[in-house]
């Protein structure tokens, strides 16, 4: 048995295999889909995509074939992958470097074999893509060419997952600046916060409104800044398909009354009160973070697009048996029907309702909708007519 050589540019290959990020990976439609057509075209038993790594080769595809991997110094492939072009041997038996191969005379008795290398645009080998009978046999040049086309598919399907790797990195790489950049925030906006918050007590107790007044200004502002950041590490985490949901049971009145008290202080200002009907405790079974987030998201909305010396209602309705119906309804400007339609998408800012001098990205109720629908839910504006908007977010039980 003759044992192939490594390629000359070994170490490169290699690299380029690992960074693939496709070794030892499930089975997947595409792959086997080209090993199944390629052992139809050549009317053989078995088909292959094999990837040679250090001292294996290794099949992401095994159509006919049970066994997952080899030994890299028995495999036929080893042999391909040093050629430009396929590799073929139509009667092992026959031939002086395999007719004592353990795969020749041993299950899975390969006799004979045709193997494309599968050449990246690096000019690397990776593998091949190969046909594997019982019997000696040759293949007509149709069935040649076929077979090189379909390797072609696979290269590009390398490329394609290359391609996935490289943006799934430089997601990953905003994400975990952007997620630094919110948490090296935390520290100093805290450590402000605290300090307003002297002042303040100061001002209060001295009766100078004016410095109250503006620290309450501050510490608004520090929030905002929080939150845009926030707004915008969950926006990355959702496009980049990473964003997690971690359900808990939890008391969902609960969670709600945190909510209000958060944002007491911004109803306050313009002397909104906040109201919670409801006929019994809930309990859910869902991501309590995401969940406040939403609650969050529709109040502070409320709040700000509200009128002054207003009401903002909250109902938990139970009576669904699938979901738990929370509504947030609020007086304010009517949203436009041009609007309505578009009240969820990104970073989408209306110059007519609340004439664009409130804050924001735009991302807020396009993220809260994104989080209730990760969890079987969902939200939705319900209606806005004579001043009265209603957000509607379901919950599954």
């Known amino acids: 048995m003759e044992i192939a050589p490594v390629c000359a540019n070994e170490l490169e290959r290699l690299k380029e ?11 997947e439609f595409d792959f086997d889909a080209i090993t199944q057509l390629a052992a ?16 294996r080769q290794w099949f992401k595809s095994h159509f006919g074939l049970e066994a997952r991997h080899t030994p890299r110094e028995i495999a036929f492939c080893s042999h391909a992958i040093l050629q430009d072009d396929i590799f073929i041997v139509e009667d092992s038996r026959l031939d002086t470097r395999f007719k004592d191969n353990p795969l020749a ?5 390969v006799i004979f074999y045709a193997g494309i290398p599968l050449i990246t645009k690096k000019n690397n080998a990776l593998g091949t893509l190969c046909v594997i009978d019982h019997q000696a046999r040759s293949l007509t040049q149709n069935q040649i060419e076929s077979l090189k086309l379909l390797a072609r598919q696979v290269v590009a399907l ?11 990195e430089e997601v990953s790489s905003k994400l975990r600046f952007l997620s630094s950049i919110n948490h090296e925030m935390r520290t100093p906006l805290n450590i402000l916060n605290g300090y307003i918050e002297l002042i303040e007590d100061d001002a209060i107790t001295s009766g100078d409104e004016k410095t109250r007044e503006s620290c309450q200004y501050i510490k608004t502002a520090c929030d905002q800044l929080t939150h845009l950041v926030k707004d915008v590490v969950d926006q990355i985490s959702i496009e980049s398909g990473i964003l ?79 979901f738990i119906n929370i509504r947030v ?12 339609s578009r009240i969820f998408e990104r970073y989408f800012r209306s110059s007519d309702y609340g004439n ?14 994104h989080f209730a629908r990760a969890q079987g839910g969902d939200l939705i504006l319900e209606s806005s007519v004579n001043s009265m908007t209603t957000f509607l977010l379901l919950l599954k039980r």
């Open 105 to 109: 005379t041993n299950n899975p008795n």
């Open 244 to 322: 997690k949901v971690y359900p808990k049971e939890f008391i969902l009145n609960n969670l709600i009354h945190d909510a209000i008290k958060e944002t007491r202080l911004i109803a306050s200002k313009k002397n909104i009160i906040i109201q919670v009907f409801y006929e019994r405790i809930e309990k859910v079974l869902a991501d309590e973070n995401k969940v406040k987030q939403i609650i969050l998201n529709l109040l502070t909305n409320a709040i700000n697009y509200g009128n002054p010396d207003s009401t903002i209602d909250i109902k938990i309705d139970h009576r669904k048996a699938e």
């Open 356 to 369: 664009g001098i409130i804050p924001g990205l735009g991302l807020g109720l396009p993220i809260a909708r």
């Open 329 to 340: 309804t609020n007086s304010g400007k009517e949203i436009s029907q041009q609007d309505r």
């Open 158 to 168: 390398f490329e394609l997952r290359q391609a996935k790797n490289n943006f799934a």
């Open 40 to 55: 139809s075209i050549c009317q053989t038993p078995i088909s292959l995509v094999s990837l040679i790594d250090t001292e």
């Open 17 to 27: 295999l690992n960074e693939l990020k496709i070794l030892d990976t499930v089975e």
